[in-house]
T-cell receptor, first 110, second 114 residues
Framework: SQQGEEDPQALSIQEGENATMNCSYKTSINNLQWYRQNSGRGLVHLILIRSNEREKHSGRLRVTLDTSKKSSSLLITASRAADTASYFCATDGNFNKFYFGSGTKLNVKP | ETGVTQTPRHLVMGMTNKKSLKCEQH?????MYWYKQSAKKPLELMFV???????ENNSVPSRFSPECPNSSHLFLHLHTLQPEDSALYLC?????????????FGDGTRLSIL
């Protein structure tokens, strides 16, 4: 399977701290995406990083990609209670296929 | 508001019922997707439609029957479902199908099979 696997499965931090989530995948990719899902809601796209990129920023989010290790990380700086959600990485496969991991459940305590 | 609307939000049905899930997107996208999200399992891609044509069927049982009458609407027709089909069904859209396209998701239909 090409599915991304997030690590850790759950993470609990205090507001203001940084949160780091990791994603590993098994086969070559062209793109990797990160999504957030709040409880009872759909997924929201956060950031897309291409295989020829090593790092990308968007606001308080920083994503890195290491294709040699087949891994990516999502860093959320200065976390807020509103960042409490599940975070998923998604890798592209053959043509139209998307592979999501099981997610990291982040809890940011006020 | 994500621009992708799913109805109903909750559905309870017996195994012999027939029902349909509806998805509508107002983003002008040409690709639409159905996903199944079960507890403690990765999100599973079920079907992909690109410009109204089905381009992916991820070995989904025939008791799930998709329909895409136009680029804005997607249906999932359900019949003779099993208890293991209870899950959150998510619809998504993107400008075109492809791994370089961010997907926009609806809030899902929570399906419970009695």
């Amino acid at each position: 399977s090409q599915q991304g696997e997030e690590d850790p499965q759950a993470l609990s931090i205090q507001e203001g701290e940084n949160a780091t989530m990791n994603c590993s995948y098994k086969t070559s990719i062209n793109n990797l995406q990160w999504y957030r899902q709040n409880s009872g809601r759909g997924l929201v796209h956060l950031i897309l990083i291409r295989s020829n990129e090593r790092e990308k920023h968007s606001g308080r989010l920083r994503v890195t990609l290491d294709t040699s290790k087949k891994s990516s990380s999502l860093l959320i700086t200065a976390s807020r209670a509103a960042d409490t959600a599940s975070y998923f990485c998604a890798t592209d496969g053959n043509f139209n296929k998307f592979y999501f991991g099981s997610g990291t459940k982040l809890n940011v305590k006020p | 508001e994500t621009g992708v609307t799913q109805t109903p939000r909750h559905l309870v049905m017996g195994m012999t019922n027939k029902k349909s899930l509806k998805c509508e997107q107002h983003l002008g996208h040409n690709a639409m997707y159905w996903y199944k999200q079960s507890a403690k399992k990765p999100l599973e891609l079920m079907f992909v439609y690109n410009f109204k044509e089905q381009t992916e069927n991820n070995s989904v049982p025939s008791r799930f029957s998709p329909e895409c009458p136009n680029s804005s609407h997607l249906f999932l027709h359900l019949h003779t479902l099993q208890p293991e089909d209870s899950a959150l069904y998510l619809c998504a859209s993107s400008p075109i199908a492809g791994g370089n396209q961010p997907q926009h998701f609806g809030d899902g239909t929570r399906l419970s099979i009695l």
